[in-house]
Protein backbone atom coordinates (compact mmCIF):
# COMPACT_ATOMS: atom_id res chain seq x y z
CA UNK A 1 0.00 0.00 0.00
CA UNK A 2 0.80 3.56 -0.40
CA UNK A 3 0.26 6.81 0.69
CA UNK A 4 -2.55 7.75 -1.09
CA UNK A 5 -5.96 8.01 0.25
CA UNK A 6 -4.41 7.69 4.15
CA UNK A 7 -6.63 10.49 5.25
CA UNK A 8 -9.78 8.80 3.93
CA UNK A 9 -8.85 6.09 5.82
CA UNK A 10 -9.45 7.58 8.76
CA UNK A 11 -8.90 7.34 12.74
CA UNK A 12 -10.96 5.87 15.28
CA UNK A 13 -11.37 7.95 18.47
CA UNK A 14 -10.99 6.30 21.77
CA UNK A 15 -11.07 7.08 24.94
CA UNK A 16 -11.42 4.81 28.44
CA UNK A 17 -8.98 3.27 31.20
CA UNK A 18 -5.98 0.99 31.41
CA UNK A 19 -7.51 -2.31 31.02
CA UNK A 20 -5.22 -5.84 30.37
CA UNK A 21 -5.62 -7.75 27.10
CA UNK A 22 -5.86 -11.32 29.01
CA UNK A 23 -9.44 -11.78 28.99
CA UNK A 24 -10.10 -11.43 25.24
CA UNK A 25 -6.31 -12.99 24.41
CA UNK A 26 -7.75 -16.12 26.42
CA UNK A 27 -10.95 -15.81 24.28
CA UNK A 28 -8.76 -15.60 21.20
CA UNK A 29 -7.11 -19.06 21.98
CA UNK A 30 -10.63 -21.18 21.87
CA UNK A 31 -11.85 -19.37 18.78
CA UNK A 32 -11.03 -21.29 15.98
CA UNK A 33 -12.81 -24.80 15.54
CA UNK A 34 -9.02 -26.38 14.21
CA UNK A 35 -7.07 -25.34 17.42
CA UNK A 36 -5.41 -22.92 15.05
CA UNK A 37 -5.34 -18.75 15.52
CA UNK A 38 -7.02 -17.77 12.44
CA UNK A 39 -4.91 -14.74 11.24
CA UNK A 40 -5.12 -12.46 8.19
CA UNK A 41 -2.10 -9.99 6.83
CA UNK A 42 -2.43 -6.25 6.04
CA UNK A 43 0.63 -5.51 3.88
CA UNK A 44 2.71 -8.58 1.62
CA UNK A 45 5.26 -6.40 0.41
CA UNK A 46 8.86 -7.05 0.91
CA UNK A 47 8.78 -6.99 4.89
CA UNK A 48 5.15 -8.22 5.01
CA UNK A 49 6.49 -11.96 3.23
CA UNK A 50 9.16 -12.00 5.55
CA UNK A 51 6.93 -12.34 8.24
CA UNK A 52 4.98 -14.19 6.62
CA UNK A 53 6.93 -16.88 5.77
CA UNK A 54 6.75 -17.60 9.74
CA UNK A 55 3.44 -17.88 9.65
CA UNK A 56 2.86 -20.16 7.30
CA UNK A 57 5.00 -22.52 8.62
CA UNK A 58 3.68 -22.91 11.91
CA UNK A 59 1.39 -25.30 12.83
CA UNK A 60 -0.66 -23.39 14.95
CA UNK A 61 -1.98 -20.71 12.39
CA UNK A 62 -3.82 -20.33 9.34
CA UNK A 63 -3.70 -17.76 7.47
CA UNK A 64 -6.80 -17.01 6.14
CA UNK A 65 -6.93 -13.54 4.68
CA UNK A 66 -4.12 -11.35 2.45
CA UNK A 67 -4.81 -7.47 1.91
CA UNK A 68 -2.91 -5.55 -0.15
CA UNK A 69 -3.17 -3.15 -3.42
CA UNK A 70 -0.44 -4.50 -5.19
CA UNK A 71 -1.74 -7.80 -7.39
CA UNK A 72 2.51 -8.47 -7.59
CA UNK A 73 3.48 -8.60 -4.27
CA UNK A 74 0.03 -10.88 -3.46
CA UNK A 75 0.47 -13.17 -6.07
CA UNK A 76 4.88 -13.39 -4.79
CA UNK A 77 2.63 -14.33 -1.27
CA UNK A 78 0.89 -16.79 -2.43
CA UNK A 79 3.62 -18.83 -3.68
CA UNK A 80 4.55 -19.27 -0.22
CA UNK A 81 1.36 -21.45 0.56
CA UNK A 82 1.63 -23.30 -2.62
CA UNK A 83 5.36 -24.76 -1.29
CA UNK A 84 3.69 -24.78 1.84
CA UNK A 85 1.46 -27.16 0.77
CA UNK A 86 -0.96 -24.90 2.35
CA UNK A 87 -4.74 -23.56 1.27
CA UNK A 88 -4.91 -20.38 -0.25
CA UNK A 89 -6.27 -17.47 1.48
CA UNK A 90 -9.08 -15.23 0.64
CA UNK A 91 -7.58 -11.92 -0.87
CA UNK A 92 -8.67 -8.10 -0.22
CA UNK A 93 -7.56 -6.03 -3.18
CA UNK A 94 -8.64 -3.09 -5.19
CA UNK A 95 -8.65 0.34 -2.85
CA UNK A 96 -7.55 1.90 0.28
CA UNK A 97 -10.12 0.53 2.05
CA UNK A 98 -10.22 -2.97 1.53
CA UNK A 99 -8.51 -3.90 4.33
CA UNK A 100 -11.24 -2.30 6.02
CA UNK A 101 -13.44 -5.23 4.33
CA UNK A 102 -11.12 -7.92 5.48
CA UNK A 103 -11.74 -7.02 9.08
CA UNK A 104 -15.45 -6.52 8.97
CA UNK A 105 -16.00 -9.86 7.00
CA UNK A 106 -15.16 -11.12 10.36
CA UNK A 107 -13.36 -14.81 11.24
CA UNK A 108 -10.09 -13.32 11.99
CA UNK A 109 -8.41 -13.56 15.66
CA UNK A 110 -5.67 -11.70 14.84
CA UNK A 111 -3.83 -9.55 11.95
CA UNK A 112 -0.60 -8.82 11.43
CA UNK A 113 0.21 -5.13 10.05
CA UNK A 114 3.19 -4.46 7.45
CA UNK A 115 1.92 -1.46 5.18
CA UNK A 116 3.73 1.90 5.26
CA UNK A 117 3.92 4.01 8.47
CA UNK A 118 1.34 6.36 7.83
CA UNK A 119 -1.34 3.15 8.04
CA UNK A 120 -0.02 1.62 11.33
CA UNK A 121 -2.39 3.66 13.41
CA UNK A 122 -5.69 3.62 11.99
CA UNK A 123 -5.31 -0.29 10.56
CA UNK A 124 -4.62 -1.32 13.98
CA UNK A 125 -7.24 0.90 15.50
CA UNK A 126 -9.97 -0.61 13.35
CA UNK A 127 -8.99 -3.91 14.10
CA UNK A 128 -8.75 -2.92 17.67
CA UNK A 129 -12.27 -1.74 17.43
CA UNK A 130 -13.41 -5.16 15.62
CA UNK A 131 -11.89 -6.70 18.58
CA UNK A 132 -9.28 -8.59 16.32
CA UNK A 133 -5.67 -8.68 18.07
CA UNK A 134 -3.04 -6.66 16.52
CA UNK A 135 0.39 -7.53 15.94
CA UNK A 136 1.86 -3.86 14.34
CA UNK A 137 5.34 -3.54 12.14
CA UNK A 138 7.10 -0.69 13.76
CA UNK A 139 6.38 2.33 13.84
CA UNK A 140 3.04 2.42 16.01
CA UNK A 141 1.92 5.70 14.83
CA UNK A 142 3.23 9.12 13.20
CA UNK A 143 2.14 11.56 15.04
CA UNK A 144 2.02 12.25 18.54
CA UNK A 145 -2.23 12.23 18.29
CA UNK A 146 -1.55 8.73 16.65
CA UNK A 147 0.19 7.56 19.41
CA UNK A 148 -2.88 8.30 22.40
CA UNK A 149 -4.95 7.53 19.77
CA UNK A 150 -3.59 3.56 19.53
CA UNK A 151 -3.56 3.66 23.57
CA UNK A 152 -6.73 4.85 23.88
CA UNK A 153 -8.24 2.25 22.13
CA UNK A 154 -6.45 -0.67 23.27
CA UNK A 155 -7.76 0.36 26.56
CA UNK A 156 -11.57 0.71 25.87
CA UNK A 157 -11.38 -2.51 23.89
CA UNK A 158 -8.99 -4.57 25.92
CA UNK A 159 -7.67 -6.30 22.78
CA UNK A 160 -4.35 -7.25 22.76
CA UNK A 161 -2.00 -5.51 21.05
CA UNK A 162 2.03 -6.07 20.41
CA UNK A 163 4.81 -4.09 18.23
CA UNK A 164 6.61 -6.24 16.43
CA UNK A 165 10.02 -4.36 17.29
CA UNK A 166 12.53 -7.91 16.48
CA UNK A 167 15.81 -6.16 17.73
CA UNK A 168 14.38 -7.02 20.82
CA UNK A 169 15.02 -10.65 20.10
CA UNK A 170 18.26 -10.45 18.30
CA UNK A 171 20.64 -13.17 19.99
CA UNK A 172 23.50 -11.14 21.55
CA UNK A 173 21.28 -8.56 22.61
CA UNK A 174 18.86 -11.39 24.33
CA UNK A 175 22.37 -12.41 26.30
CA UNK A 176 23.10 -8.95 27.10
CA UNK A 177 19.65 -8.63 28.68
CA UNK A 178 20.11 -11.83 30.19
CA UNK A 179 23.27 -10.35 31.69
CA UNK A 180 21.55 -6.75 32.76
CA UNK A 181 18.97 -8.67 35.12
CA UNK A 182 21.92 -11.05 36.57
CA UNK A 183 23.76 -8.02 37.03
CA UNK A 184 26.96 -8.43 35.39
CA UNK A 185 27.36 -5.09 34.59
CA UNK A 186 25.58 -3.81 38.03
CA UNK A 187 23.13 -0.67 38.00
CA UNK A 188 22.60 0.40 34.49
CA UNK A 189 24.29 4.03 34.11
CA UNK A 190 24.14 4.86 30.39
CA UNK A 191 22.63 2.76 27.18
CA UNK A 192 23.16 3.70 23.21
CA UNK A 193 21.83 3.05 20.07
CA UNK A 194 19.97 3.49 17.32
CA UNK A 195 19.46 2.48 13.66
CA UNK A 196 22.36 3.30 11.37
CA UNK A 197 21.91 1.73 8.12
CA UNK A 198 22.68 2.97 4.53
CA UNK A 199 19.43 3.42 3.29
CA UNK A 200 20.16 5.16 0.26
CA UNK A 201 19.09 2.11 -2.37
CA UNK A 202 16.06 1.48 -0.09
CA UNK A 203 14.55 5.03 -0.58
CA UNK A 204 15.26 5.25 -4.40
CA UNK A 205 15.12 2.96 -7.41
CA UNK A 206 14.44 2.45 -11.20
CA UNK A 207 10.61 2.26 -10.24
CA UNK A 208 10.43 -1.48 -11.72
CA UNK A 209 8.16 -3.81 -10.56
CA UNK A 210 9.83 -6.66 -8.04
CA UNK A 211 13.30 -4.62 -8.26
CA UNK A 212 13.21 -2.93 -4.88
CA UNK A 213 16.55 -2.09 -3.98
CA UNK A 214 18.60 0.51 -6.01
CA UNK A 215 19.00 0.71 -9.75
CA UNK A 216 18.05 4.15 -10.19
CA UNK A 217 16.48 7.20 -8.10
CA UNK A 218 13.14 7.45 -8.35
CA UNK A 219 10.99 7.78 -5.26
CA UNK A 220 7.28 8.63 -4.90
CA UNK A 221 5.15 7.67 -7.72
CA UNK A 222 7.77 7.00 -9.64
CA UNK A 223 9.09 4.23 -7.80
CA UNK A 224 8.95 0.42 -6.32
CA UNK A 225 8.26 -0.84 -2.80
CA UNK A 226 9.51 1.36 0.33
CA UNK A 227 11.09 3.95 -2.52
CA UNK A 228 7.04 4.42 -3.15
CA UNK A 229 5.89 6.19 0.44
CA UNK A 230 9.33 5.87 3.13
CA UNK A 231 11.61 8.13 0.96
CA UNK A 232 8.58 10.95 1.06
CA UNK A 233 9.15 11.05 4.91
CA UNK A 234 13.06 11.99 4.47
CA UNK A 235 11.65 14.83 2.17
CA UNK A 236 8.86 15.95 4.55
CA UNK A 237 10.09 15.95 8.06
CA UNK A 238 13.60 15.88 10.53
CA UNK A 239 13.90 13.74 13.18
CA UNK A 240 14.83 10.14 14.54
CA UNK A 241 12.30 8.17 11.97
CA UNK A 242 12.96 4.96 12.94
CA UNK A 243 14.12 4.61 16.55
CA UNK A 244 12.65 1.21 17.97
CA UNK A 245 15.51 -0.68 16.65
CA UNK A 246 17.79 1.04 19.48
CA UNK A 247 14.85 2.15 22.00
CA UNK A 248 13.03 -1.66 22.35
CA UNK A 249 16.11 -3.10 23.23
CA UNK A 250 17.39 0.04 25.72
CA UNK A 251 13.88 0.44 27.18
CA UNK A 252 14.17 -3.03 28.17
CA UNK A 253 17.59 -3.50 29.78
CA UNK A 254 16.18 -0.18 31.79
CA UNK A 255 13.47 -1.74 32.73
CA UNK A 256 10.85 1.49 31.17
CA UNK A 257 7.26 1.01 32.63
CA UNK A 258 8.15 -1.24 35.00
CA UNK A 259 9.81 0.64 37.82
CA UNK A 260 11.13 3.49 35.14
CA UNK A 261 10.11 5.32 32.21
CA UNK A 262 11.21 8.05 30.08
CA UNK A 263 11.13 11.73 31.27
CA UNK A 264 12.54 14.42 29.05
CA UNK A 265 14.22 13.88 25.61
CA UNK A 266 16.42 16.42 23.28
CA UNK A 267 17.09 15.96 19.58
CA UNK A 268 19.76 17.21 17.36
CA UNK A 269 20.04 17.11 13.35
CA UNK A 270 22.97 17.72 11.33
CA UNK A 271 23.18 19.28 7.60
CA UNK A 272 21.07 16.97 4.66
CA UNK A 273 23.79 16.00 1.94
CA UNK A 274 23.55 12.45 1.47
CA UNK A 275 20.17 11.73 -0.06
CA UNK A 276 20.61 14.88 -2.65
CA UNK A 277 24.72 13.43 -3.47
CA UNK A 278 23.37 10.05 -4.18
CA UNK A 279 20.64 11.75 -6.70
CA UNK A 280 23.01 13.74 -8.66
CA UNK A 281 25.05 10.45 -8.41
CA UNK A 282 23.07 8.29 -10.21
CA UNK A 283 20.54 10.47 -12.16
CA UNK A 284 22.99 13.60 -12.90
CA UNK A 285 22.37 17.06 -11.73
CA UNK A 286 19.95 17.39 -14.11
CA UNK A 287 17.32 14.85 -12.45
CA UNK A 288 14.45 16.03 -11.29
CA UNK A 289 14.98 14.66 -7.90
CA UNK A 290 18.03 16.71 -7.46
CA UNK A 291 16.22 19.43 -6.80
CA UNK A 292 14.22 18.02 -3.67
CA UNK A 293 15.39 19.63 -0.50
CA UNK A 294 15.28 16.61 1.91
CA UNK A 295 14.45 17.93 5.30
CA UNK A 296 15.80 14.73 7.32
CA UNK A 297 19.13 15.45 8.81
CA UNK A 298 21.50 12.73 7.91
CA UNK A 299 22.35 12.14 11.46
CA UNK A 300 19.97 12.33 14.16
CA UNK A 301 20.98 12.24 17.88
CA UNK A 302 18.71 12.30 20.70
CA UNK A 303 19.60 12.12 24.56
CA UNK A 304 16.71 10.69 26.61
CA UNK A 305 16.56 10.76 30.65
CA UNK A 306 14.85 8.56 32.67
CA UNK A 307 13.39 9.02 36.18
CA UNK A 308 16.07 6.71 37.88
CA UNK A 309 18.80 8.97 36.46
CA UNK A 310 19.74 6.20 33.67
CA UNK A 311 20.91 8.14 30.44
CA UNK A 312 20.37 6.98 26.73
CA UNK A 313 21.79 8.22 23.48
CA UNK A 314 20.01 7.16 20.21
CA UNK A 315 20.90 7.71 16.82
CA UNK A 316 19.24 7.58 13.27
CA UNK A 317 22.26 7.44 10.46
CA UNK A 318 20.37 6.21 7.01
CA UNK A 319 21.25 8.76 4.69
CA UNK A 320 24.94 8.45 4.33
CA UNK A 321 27.40 5.54 2.96
CA UNK A 322 28.35 3.31 6.14
CA UNK A 323 28.30 -0.18 7.41
CA UNK A 324 25.17 -1.76 9.35
CA UNK A 325 25.61 -0.83 13.22
CA UNK A 326 22.58 -0.49 16.05
CA UNK A 327 25.75 0.61 17.86
CA UNK A 328 24.66 -0.65 21.05
CA UNK A 329 26.36 0.63 24.81
CA UNK A 330 25.47 -0.84 27.85
CA UNK A 331 27.43 1.01 30.62
CA UNK A 332 26.44 0.14 34.38
CA UNK A 333 28.66 0.31 37.71
CA UNK A 334 30.49 -2.75 37.05
CA UNK A 335 31.84 -2.55 33.43
CA UNK A 336 30.55 -1.93 30.08
CA UNK A 337 29.70 -3.95 26.34
CA UNK A 338 29.75 -2.48 22.52
CA UNK A 339 28.25 -4.26 19.92
CA UNK A 340 30.54 -2.36 17.29
CA UNK A 341 33.73 -3.84 18.66
CA UNK A 342 32.02 -6.88 19.59
CA UNK A 343 34.22 -6.70 23.48
CA UNK A 344 33.00 -6.27 26.93
CA UNK A 345 34.46 -5.25 29.85
CA UNK A 346 33.63 -6.30 33.53
CA UNK A 347 35.93 -5.13 36.54
CA UNK A 348 37.04 -7.95 38.39
CA UNK A 349 36.60 -10.82 36.02
CA UNK A 350 38.09 -9.37 32.13
CA UNK A 351 41.34 -10.76 31.89
CA UNK A 352 43.29 -7.37 32.65
CA UNK A 353 42.63 -4.10 33.96
CA UNK A 354 41.43 -1.27 31.25
CA UNK A 355 41.41 -3.75 28.75
CA UNK A 356 38.21 -4.73 26.38
CA UNK A 357 38.12 -8.65 25.66
CA UNK A 358 36.25 -10.52 23.07
CA UNK A 359 32.14 -10.62 23.84
CA UNK A 360 31.46 -14.02 22.68
CA UNK A 361 32.74 -15.96 25.15
CA UNK A 362 30.03 -13.96 27.51
CA UNK A 363 27.37 -14.29 25.25
CA UNK A 364 27.57 -17.98 24.93
CA UNK A 365 27.91 -18.56 28.60
CA UNK A 366 24.61 -16.03 29.03
CA UNK A 367 22.79 -17.58 26.14
CA UNK A 368 19.39 -16.59 26.16
CA UNK A 369 16.27 -19.63 27.28
CA UNK A 370 14.63 -18.75 23.52
CA UNK A 371 17.53 -19.35 21.86
CA UNK A 372 18.78 -22.19 23.82
CA UNK A 373 15.46 -23.76 22.83
CA UNK A 374 14.24 -22.42 19.59
CA UNK A 375 17.71 -21.74 17.83
CA UNK A 376 16.91 -24.84 15.65
CA UNK A 377 13.09 -23.45 14.48
CA UNK A 378 14.76 -19.61 13.22
CA UNK A 379 17.61 -20.89 11.54
CA UNK A 380 17.26 -19.45 8.18
CA UNK A 381 14.18 -17.21 9.39
CA UNK A 382 14.41 -13.43 8.63
CA UNK A 383 17.03 -10.55 10.07
CA UNK A 384 19.21 -13.60 11.29
CA UNK A 385 16.51 -15.78 13.20
CA UNK A 386 14.83 -12.22 14.78
CA UNK A 387 11.81 -12.48 12.65
CA UNK A 388 10.81 -16.30 14.03
CA UNK A 389 10.63 -15.09 17.80
CA UNK A 390 9.03 -11.72 17.12
CA UNK A 391 6.30 -13.52 15.78
CA UNK A 392 6.47 -17.21 17.88
CA UNK A 393 6.20 -14.85 21.34
CA UNK A 394 3.12 -12.81 19.85
CA UNK A 395 1.48 -16.00 18.44
CA UNK A 396 2.26 -17.55 22.00
CA UNK A 397 0.99 -15.04 23.95
CA UNK A 398 -2.66 -14.91 22.11
CA UNK A 399 -2.47 -19.00 22.68
CA UNK A 400 -1.78 -18.35 26.45
CA UNK A 401 -3.94 -15.67 27.12
CA UNK A 402 -1.08 -13.46 28.55
CA UNK A 403 0.17 -9.98 27.73
CA UNK A 404 1.88 -9.14 25.22
CA UNK A 405 5.74 -9.02 25.32
CA UNK A 406 5.73 -5.75 23.98
CA UNK A 407 2.86 -4.05 25.05
CA UNK A 408 0.47 -1.06 23.86
CA UNK A 409 2.67 1.14 25.99
CA UNK A 410 5.96 0.45 25.19
CA UNK A 411 4.90 0.32 21.30
CA UNK A 412 3.42 4.32 21.78
CA UNK A 413 6.48 5.09 24.01
CA UNK A 414 9.41 3.59 21.49
CA UNK A 415 7.56 4.87 18.66
CA UNK A 416 6.40 8.21 20.30
CA UNK A 417 10.02 9.46 20.22
CA UNK A 418 9.62 10.61 16.09
CA UNK A 419 7.29 12.83 16.98
CA UNK A 420 8.85 14.36 19.98
CA UNK A 421 12.62 14.12 18.11
CA UNK A 422 10.73 16.53 15.39
CA UNK A 423 9.58 18.99 17.95
CA UNK A 424 12.49 19.58 20.56
CA UNK A 425 14.45 19.51 16.56
CA UNK A 426 11.90 22.46 15.22
CA UNK A 427 12.16 24.14 18.29
CA UNK A 428 16.23 24.74 18.22
CA UNK A 429 16.81 21.69 20.13
CA UNK A 430 14.65 22.42 23.11
CA UNK A 431 14.31 19.21 25.92
CA UNK A 432 10.78 18.12 25.49
CA UNK A 433 8.77 16.45 28.49
CA UNK A 434 8.07 13.03 27.50
CA UNK A 435 4.53 12.34 27.66
CA UNK A 436 3.79 9.60 30.60
CA UNK A 437 1.75 7.23 28.27
CA UNK A 438 0.92 4.48 31.58
CA UNK A 439 -0.74 7.57 33.68
CA UNK A 440 1.46 6.56 36.87
CA UNK A 441 1.36 2.36 35.96
CA UNK A 442 4.86 2.77 35.30
CA UNK A 443 5.79 2.67 38.75
CA UNK A 444 5.09 -0.73 39.87
CA UNK A 445 7.91 -2.85 38.95
CA UNK A 446 6.99 -6.55 36.99
CA UNK A 447 8.86 -8.45 35.08
CA UNK A 448 9.13 -8.50 31.25
CA UNK A 449 8.02 -11.80 29.96
CA UNK A 450 11.10 -12.58 27.19
Partial sequence: MNRRGVLAGGVVAAGGGLLAGKARAGALRQASAN??????????GMRGRVLLREL?????????????????????????????????????????ESWREMLAAGGLDAVIIATPWEWHAPMAIGAM??????????????????HWDVLRTQQRTNTPYMLLENVCFRRDVLAITRMVREGVFGEMIHLEGGYQHDLRDVKFNAGIVGEAYGGGVEFGERGWSEARWRTDHSVQRNGDLYPS?????????????????FTRLTSYASKARGLHDHVVAGGGPDHPNARVDFRLGDVVTTSIVCADGTTMRLTHDTNLPRPYSLGFRVQGQKGL???????IYVEGSSPQPHRWEEAQTWLD?????LWSEFAEQASGAGHGGMDFFVIHVFIEALKA???????????VAWSAITPLSEQSIANGNA???????????????????F
Fill in 401 to 411: GTAMPIDVHDA
Fill in 129 to 146: EAGIAVGCEVVAGVTLDD
Fill in 245 to 261: HGIGPMAVWANIHRGNR
Fill in 337 to 343: WMDVNRS
Fill in 35 to 44: GRLRLGMIGV
Fill in 56 to 96: VRRDDVEVVGLCDLEQWTLDRALEQFTEAGKPAPRLWTGSH
Fill in 431 to 449: TVDFPDFTEGGWETARAWS
Fill in 365 to 369: RYDHA
